[in-house]
């Protein structure tokens, strides 16, 4: 069974400052995303990573995908409050199905 | 905006009874998706739908089902409902092409059941 760990599971911290939230596995994934969801919202897809060793910027935030293709991070730099939110990660198989597999998610609260 | 439409947007209802969940995916979208999601939890799958026929299924309790009609809009009927059901329900679409390794699920805005 594929299981995807997220941590921390909570993070909070002023604004201004860096953080990093993880996602590993000991099961190897085709490709992994990464979801921001908003109180009352459905999450909503920031990055998928593909290629192992693989970098991607979005303004703030950097998102590394493990060379074995079995962990990935989401660095922010100088949190911001409306970086607020819960952050998950999901795991693409390689079954047919191609199904997700979602890590519990990592509450993060940035203070003003 | 993701495209995907869920509604209604919120439910109350009391233990015992049945209630019926509708989503509609995005145009040209033949997979849909349904999660729950209990207070401060991460999103647990229920099944998965592709093109009228269901494609996979994960911690789905018996009291629940779904289905997709031919026109690709989704339903989940979730029956017996205890006061544990209570939660957030969302619902994905995607392309679901076979062998796409990026296949992106969008998420409509969910709909709120709360069992009394």
């Known amino acids: 069974t594929q299981l995807l760990e997220q941590s921390p599971q909570f993070l909070s911290i002023q604004e201004g400052e860096n953080l990093t939230v993880y996602c590993n596995s000991s099961?190897?994934?085709?490709?992994l995303q990464w979801y921001r969801q908003e109180p009352g919202e459905g999450p909503v897809l920031l990055v998928t990573?593909?290629?192992g060793g693989e970098v991607k910027k979005l303004k703030r935030l950097t998102f590394q995908f493990g060379d074995a293709r079995k962990d990935s991070s989401l660095h922010i730099t100088a949190a911001q409050p409306g970086d607020t939110g819960l952050y998950l990660c999901?795991?693409?198989?390689?079954?047919?199905?191609?199904?997700?597999?979602w890590g519990a998610g990592t509450k993060l609260i940035i203070k003003p | 905006d993701s495209g995907v439409t869920q509604t209604p947007k919120h439910l109350i209802t009391a233990t015992g009874q049945r209630v019926t969940l509708r989503c509609s995916p995005r145009?040209?979208?033949?997979?849909v998706y349904w999660y729950q999601q209990s207070l401060d939890q991460g999103l647990q799958f229920l099944i998965q739908?592709?093109?009228?026929?269901?494609?996979a299924k994960g911690n789905i309790l018996e009291r629940f089902s779904a289905q997709q009609f031919p026109d690709l809009h989704s339903e989940l009927n979730l029956s017996s409902l205890e006061l544990g059901d209570s939660a957030l329900y969302f619902c994905?679409?995607?392309?679901?092409?076979?062998?796409?390794?990026?296949?992106?699920?969008?998420f409509g805005p969910g709909t709120r059941l709360t069992v009394l």
């Open positions: 994905a679409s995607s392309t679901g092409l076979a062998g796409a390794s990026t296949d992106t699920q969008y």
């Open positions: 145009s040209g979208d033949l997979s």
């Open positions: 739908y592709y093109n009228g026929e269901e494609r």
């Open positions: 099961s190897v994934f085709s490709s």
């Open positions: 990573v593909v290629t």
């Open positions: 999901a795991g693409q198989g390689w079954d047919s199905n191609y199904q997700l597999i």
